[in-house]
Structures are given as C-alpha cells and as structure tokens.
C-alpha cells in the first residue's frame, strides 16, 4: 500500500497548478482555417484580415398586441407595416447573429 507523504501532495498540487495554465491555454489557442465557404443558412465575408460570418436562425411570425410596441398605437403601427408591404397584425421578427473571427499568425 502507497503511503502519501505531506510533502508529495504539496508537491503535486503545485505542479498541477503551475501546469494548468499551460494545459487550458493550449487548446484556447488552437486555431482551424478559416472556412471560406458559403452554405445555407450563413454568408461569410472577410474584413482584413477577419472572417465574419452572418448566421441567420430563420423568422418568427409575432402577433400584434396592443402594448408591443409602447406609446404607439396599434392602428400606427399596422400603418407602417402597411406602408413597408409587411403583413398586418403578424409582424415577423428575424433571428441573425454575427460571428467574427480573427486569423491567427
């Protein structure tokens, strides 16, 4: 049977702090290519030196209440959406997020 001296766990748990740094930011700096390539669902364009890519989660139909909007009356806003050739009363809301991603050197 092992016996654990004070010492070697001291020890260990040093060189378990010392090295856990080094561990984690190892994989935080991995790095893949940059992907370059279009699909549905996402557009990818470069700035620079920075991908940027334009993921889009679809759209969601939202009934109209009177208190959606505030201070703006309902028959206001089913105007504007009239005006814009968006349907009335079932105003959708787009869902889009915007990746960016640096090379690395």
Not at 40 to 55: D, F, L, M, N
Not at 87 to 94: I, L, T, V
Request: hydrophobic content about 45%; cysteine-free.
């Amino acid at each position: 049977m092992s016996m654990f001296t004070r010492r070697a766990v001291l020890a260990g748990g040093a060189a378990v702090t010392a090295l856990s740094p080094l561990a984690i930011g190892s994989a935080a700096q991995a790095a893949a290519p940059l992907g370059g390539k279009q699909a549905p669902g996402w557009y990818r364009y470069k700035v620079g030196s920075i991908e940027v890519t334009a993921v889009t989660d679809g759209a969601r139909a939202n009934p109209l209440t009177d208190t959606l909007i505030r201070n703006v009356k309902k028959e206001d806003v089913n105007k504007v959406l009239e005006a814009k050739h968006l349907e009335k009363d079932n105003p959708n809301a787009r869902t889009d997020a915007a990746l960016i991603r640096e090379e690395m050197p």
